[in-house]
């Protein structure tokens, strides 16, 4: 009996919860939309579409990683800096850094993703976006680098050991995040993804690395490293201070982040 109490209180709880999600979601896109009806047509599709496509939790996520390269390097060094960004989705990080002075390249998969970047970071004359499929671009035809940011894409890919030799070859400072394989082992684990799915693989097939295996890789490429693990870089579902249990699984929500230099 009490059990089944237990369960009707959990229930009702998630319930409430998920009615105020909502209402506050109602309430933000009422605020945004009654400020977007001033905008062009084209501005209005960007700001809108943007709502929808990596936003929420995605936000407050990218302002914890955004914050963690600002702890890294300074404003004046990051506003002077040749910055490639890969993976980039929508290239909200990419914008940002474009906008405080740096010259940024966005190397992004999907065209839908392409296109969508383009109309909303219009204004940012020094970020060019480029569709790329990053499995088979080798990226030397950009040039060199001072930093690439490297952040949720290499989970989607299958040739990771390529990309991040080809990553190693242009530039000497490499922030890179994925999800894990929570294991002591030094492997790779393919697996498949829909690739129909906006925030999936291209071709079907992505990876969860482990940490040896990243690390003695990061070593082969002449890169030093540095493992990110503060709780300050946690935001919702996205954990980055996990133990590993070295139990062989995927959680999901589960990231490591690294500073890899030369």
């Known amino acids: 009996m009490k059990s089944l109490l237990k369960n009707r209180i959990k229930e009702l709880i998630f319930k409430i919860k998920s009615k105020i999600k909502h209402r506050i979601k109602e309430f933000l896109f009422f605020i945004n939309f009654s400020s977007i009806n001033s905008l062009t047509p084209v501005e209005k599709f960007s700001q809108l579409t943007a709502l929808s496509h990596f936003s929420g939790p995605y936000q407050f996520w990218r302002i914890s990683r955004i914050n963690q390269i600002l702890e890294i390097f300074s404003i004046e060094e990051l506003s002077s800096f040749r910055i490639l960004e890969v993976g980039a989705g929508n290239c909200e990080i990419g914008a940002f850094f474009a906008d405080l002075g740096a010259e940024v390249i966005s190397l992004e998969g999907r065209l839908r993703n392409v296109n969508l970047a383009k109309l909303r970071w219009s204004k940012i004359k020094n970020l060019e976006i480029i569709l790329s499929d990053l499995d088979q671009d080798n990226l030397s035809e950009y040039g060199e680098f001072d930093l690439i940011i490297n952040f949720g894409l290499i989970y989607h890919l299958k040739n990771v050991e390529e990309h991040l030799k080809n990553c190693s070859k242009i530039s ?84 490591k982040m690294w500073h890899c230099y030369k």
């Open 172 to 255: 000497k400072h490499l922030l890179l995040e994925t999800l894990m394989l929570d294991s002591k082992e030094e492997k790779l684990l393919l697996l498949k993804e829909e690739e129909t799915q906006i925030t999936q693989s291209l071709n079907g097939l992505g990876s969860r690395p482990t940490i040896n295996f990243l690390e003695k890789l990061f070593y082969k490429l002449g890169y030093k490293y540095k493992r990110l693990e503060n709780q300050r870089l946690n935001s919702g579902i996205y954990k980055y201070d996990w133990i590993p249990k070295n139990d062989n699984k995927v959680k999901s929500g589960y990231y």
